[in-house]
Structures are given as structure tokens and as C-alpha cells.
């Protein structure tokens, strides 16, 4: 039986409202009914993550906004590519409350073509995936973040971005005494 109508008066079952992660839900209801079933994609822009403040905000508009405007019942579908060990799919994945679920590319990559298992070789067979790692051979964080779903942070690396200088070995070789050579 339908409880609710529309604005013309015709009765519907259910009801399906879109917003933007930025904009008001805090309290979104119809009727007296909250939200049965939330589904929220790709919350976190690459932006957002360079920015400690935009995302502790985007935290707390999870957490204080988004979160709590559920049914008692309600279920979750968060849909996204990690962008940072520091993001929201991170923290739930950290949660044993949550069930995540992650569906990269593959299994794992670099490998031969005998031992690739794909997850969606329709759209990604092992030669789309092994040109896309290779164009991306100048920033493999970006391949494994977008396609194998491993944000790698730079906090994390050993040695950071544009700290390694390349010098000629003729500038070495003529200058050897300046060096401790072992």
C-alpha cells in the first residue's frame, strides 16, 4: 500500500533524493521515515586529500552528518577508489563493524599473462592493464591507487618525491676526491 504521495497527489512506495557529499543531510527524511538505504560515491576528491583541514571536515560530515540521518535499519553502500591511507574507506576498513569489500583490477600486478586474474577482463584484460601500468610508469602510486586500489601515502615513503638528484658519472669520476668510495 502506498504512504506516500507526490506533489501532483499520486501515491509512490519509495523514495529516491540525490545530494552532493558538500551539501545539507543532516535530518533528510520524508514523511517521519529516514533514509533506509544510503549509497555514497567517491566522497573524497584527490584535492581534498591534500588539505588536512578539507578532510578532517569531510570526516565530520560523515560522522556527524551523513552517518547518524539513517533508519535504525538502514544499510551503507560506500562506493570509491581509496585516494590515501588516511581516507573514510580506510577508517572503515580499519572498523570490524564494516563489511568492505575491495574489487581492483586484479589479483596482482606486475605479473605474466598466465597468472593474471582479472576481475573485470571484459573492460581491463591483461594487455589494458599491463599498457596502463606502463604508462604510468612515471608515478606507479597512481596505478596502484586507481586500479589495484592501494593508496600509497608519501608520508610512508622511505625516500620522498624529488629528494633523488641525478648527477653525470663524469662530474662523479672528476671529482672522486670529494666522495667516500668503499
Not at 70 to 77: E, G, M, P, R, V
Not at 78 to 89: A, E, M, R
Not at 105 to 116: D, G, L, N, R, W
Request: glycine fraction near 4%; charged fraction near 25%; hydrophobic fraction near 35%.
Amino acid at each position: 500500500v502506498p504512504k506516500y504521495k507526490d506533489n501532483l497527489g499520486n501515491p509512490y512506495v519509495f523514495h529516491i533524493d540525490g545530494s552532493s557529499f558538500s551539501s545539507r543531510v543532516r535530518g533528510s527524511k520524508v514523511g517521519d521515515d529516514r533514509p533506509q538505504l544510503i549509497v555514497v560515491d567517491d566522497v573524497l576528491t584527490t584535492d581534498m586529500m591534500r588539505s588536512e583541514a578539507k578532510l578532517l571536515q569531510a570526516k565530520e560530515t560523515w560522522a556527524k552528518d551523513v552517518y547518524p540521518m539513517q533508519d535504525d535499519n538502514a544499510k551503507f553502500i560506500y562506493i570509491g577508489t581509496p585516494v590515501s591511507p588516511k581516507d573514510i574507506i580506510a577508517d572503515l576498513e580499519k572498523n570490524s563493524l564494516w563489511k568492505v569489500h575491495k574489487f581492483p583490477v586484479c589479483e596482482k600486478f606486475p605479473c605474466e599473462k598466465e597468472e593474471f586474474k582479472g576481475h573485470w577482463e571484459v573492460k581491463f584484460p591483461y594487455e589494458e592493464v599491463l599498457q596502463r601500468y606502463q604508462l604510468s610508469s612515471d608515478d606507479l602510486g597512481a596505478f596502484y591507487q586507481e586500479y589495484m586500489l592501494q593508496p600509497i601515502s608519501q608520508a610512508g615513503k622511505l625516500v620522498q618525491e624529488g629528494t633523488l638528484q641525478s648527477i653525470p658519472v663524469s662530474i662523479i669520476r672528476n671529482n672522486l676526491e670529494h666522495y667516500n668510495i668503499y
